[in-house]
């Protein structure tokens, strides 16, 4: 899933995230973010994390934050943090029906279950690339949400859908305790991880030969653990030119709308041309 000598973009964000949050006063946590990655960066290299401190005000604070590796920046990212405060405006959008986590198989034995339409070789190619275990549970509600690209046409030619949206629930491992700037960061680490592919889902057949996340934004609207289930609704508005938009929203099991998530992916085909 992720290229073994990169730094994965979702923990860029989060670490980014977490050098933010600790030159704010304490009374304050982050309600949005805005990140761009401006170039890939690699796991033998140390990264630099740089903070500006733009504005402190009595009821907003803003960040600047640039993630440098040997002297260049990979990305650089706005965080917006404030203090809780009442409002007579409240409104959301209505949590999907679904089954409960307990009723799904995990991510690993959904990948099991179409693995065994596969000749031996590329079943042991798919577990090689399995080797390294995310800190997360995931339960899809559909496969097309977890499974390597080798095994994605395939499940869609089985469940016969090409619509550009992935629901799962999912929560870190261990305990991470009622921090709400860990939360956040460990949530951020997340959020990065199935979203930017629901651009393909609305053209299986075509072979994707690059996918790498543009920009990623988030706002936090209400409290959360991470280390408690939570649904990961994404979907896919448009694609085209090159690029992928993808919307996610993740819902607290309560049905309150936790987080929201947009981002625009670069996604080409075998046959792409590039300006």
């Known amino acids: 899933m992720v290229n073994a000598n990169a730094v994965f ?26 990140a761009y990655f401006v170039r890939p960066g690699k796991n033998i290299r140390p990264i630099l994390y740089q903070v500006q401190r733009v504005r402190d005000g009595k009821s907003y604070a803003t960040r600047s934050v640039s993630a440098i590796q040997q002297g260049n920046a990979i990305l650089t990212m706005q965080a917006s943090f404030n203090r809780e405060e009442y409002s007579e405006f409240k409104h959301q959008y209505t949590m999907p029906v679904v089954p409960p986590p307990e009723q799904l198989l995990s991510a690993r034995e959904v ?48 469940e ?47 072979i994707v030969s690059m996918v790498t996340s543009l920009d990623h934004s988030m706002w936090f609207h209400a ?28 819902w ?10 947009a981002q625009e992916c670069v996604l080409r085909s075998a046959g792409s041309s590039k300006l």
């Open 223 to 250: 409290p959360f653990r991470i280390d408690e289930w939570m649904l990961y609704e994404c979907e896919s508005p448009r694609s085209g030119a090159g690029r992928g938009f993808n919307l996610g929203r993740l």
């Open 111 to 158: 990948t099991e279950k179409y693995l065994i339409e596969f000749p031996e070789p590329v079943q042991d190619y798919i577990r090689k690339r399995r080797t390294a275990e995310v800190p997360m549970e995931i339960k899809p509600l559909n496969p097309t949400a977890v499974l390597p690209a080798v095994l994605l046409q395939k499940a869609l030619q089985l």
């Open 9 to 34: 973009g979702g923990q860029v964000i989060g670490q980014a995230l977490v050098a933010a949050g600790k030159t704010v006063d304490q009374k304050m946590h982050a309600h949005s973010l805005h």
């Open 160 to 206: 016969n859908t090409d619509e550009p949206k992935r629901v799962v629930w999912m929560k870190a491992l261990g305990n991470i305790g009622d921090d709400g700037l860990l939360n956040r960061c460990v949530a951020a680490y997340f959020s990065d991880m199935i979203l930017a592919m629901t651009s393909h889902l609305a053209r299986p057949k075509v």
């Open 252 to 261: 607290r099991r309560d049905g309150t709308l936790a987080i929201s998530v």
